[in-house]
């Protein structure tokens, strides 16, 4: 039997948060620019607070609902590193290109 929630068959949110989970997954690995990566991977991440939040609803139980509450903390707190690594790495080097970090080895 299928679960429906809201109308919407569970099999959508799967499919959909599949979908999204492979295009971070494909901007992570194919782009250079590192304020598409750091979008990349928060697109992942909400993929996966969307999937998640489905399951939950459809078991009645708020534990996974919860925990997304928390994956966004972390993911709050992912961004303002990332952020404030992104501005150290624009003033040394004057771009936000990842292959240019190799300069900063020596």
Same mark, same amino acid.
């Given at each position: %039997?299928? $679960?429906?929630?809201?109308?919407?068959?569970?099999?959508?949110?799967?499919?959909? *948060?599949?979908? #999204?989970?492979?295009? +971070?997954?494909?901007?992570?690995?194919?782009?250079?620019?590192?304020?598409?990566?750091? %979008? *990349?991977?928060?697109? %992942? #991440?909400? *993929?996966?607070?969307?999937?998640?939040? =489905?399951? &939950?609803? &459809?078991?009645? @139980?708020?534990?996974?609902?919860?925990?997304?509450?928390?994956?966004?903390?972390? =993911?709050?707190? $992912?961004?303002?590193?990332? #952020? =404030?690594?992104?501005?150290? %790495?624009?003033?040394?080097?004057? *771009?936000? @290109?990842? @292959?240019?970090?190799?300069?900063?080895? +020596?």
């Amino acid at each position: %039997m299928q $679960e429906v929630i809201q109308g919407i068959p569970l099999n959508w949110y799967i499919t959909l *948060s599949s979908i #999204l989970f492979c295009i +971070g997954v494909l901007g992570v690995l194919f782009r250079r620019n590192a304020i598409i990566i750091f %979008m *990349s991977i928060e697109l %992942m #991440l909400n *993929s996966v607070n969307l999937l998640l939040v =489905a399951f &939950s609803a &459809s078991h009645g @139980d708020v534990a996974g609902q919860v925990f997304v509450f928390f994956t966004m903390a972390v =993911a709050a707190a $992912e961004i303002a590193v990332g #952020l =404030a690594i992104l501005v150290v %790495m624009y003033r040394n080097t004057k *771009s936000v @290109d990842i @292959d240019v970090l190799n300069r900063l080895k +020596g």
